[in-house]
Nanobody, 131 residues
Framework: QVQLVESGGGLVQPGGSLRLSCEAS????????IGWFRQAPGKEREGVLCMSSSDGDVFYVDSVKERFTIFRDNAKNAMFLQMMSLKPEDTGVYYC????????????????????????WGQGTQVTVSS
């Protein structure tokens, strides 16, 4: 069964940190682009961060630069989102995704509006930043 399972969400105070995990089963992440998206209450889903199969990063949201890091562990077939200096505006349901645009031997990060290039999605994990 092909699936992505997220964990690590929760309630954190402003300025705190969280690490989200996303484990894949039924397929291998190593040769795919991986990404994290989020959806705040009452808002549309937005891309947060993506990493290509050659480990190049793409930030979809400028506000997370220098605060969020995406990385993968191929041995665990998992991806992670390390979030630091969290702000209330980071609150939302976070989704991991895998796939990408395949050309020149790599899986590349799509533009945010082409998020359907990610063909595997997790179920979402809630992140709440509040005092």
């Amino acid at each position: 069964q092909v699936q992505l399972v997220e964990s690590g969400g929760g309630l954190v105070q402003p300025g705190g940190s969280l690490r989200l995990s996303c484990e894949a089963s039924g397929f291998t992440l190593a040769h795919l682009a991986i990404g994290w998206f989020r959806q705040a209450p009452g808002k549309e889903r937005e891309g947060v961060l993506c990493m290509s199969s050659s480990d190049g990063d793409v930030f979809y949201v400028d506000s997370v630069k220098e605060r969020f890091t995406i990385f993968r562990d191929n041995a665990k077939n998992a991806m992670f989102l390390q979030m630091m200096s969290l702000k209330p505006e980071d609150t939302g349901v976070y989704y991991c995704a895998a796939g990408g645009l395949f050309y020149s031997g790599n899986a590349h990060c799509p533009r945010q509006e082409n998020a359907d290039a990610f063909d595997s999605w997790g179920q979402g994990t809630q992140v709440t930043v509040s005092s």
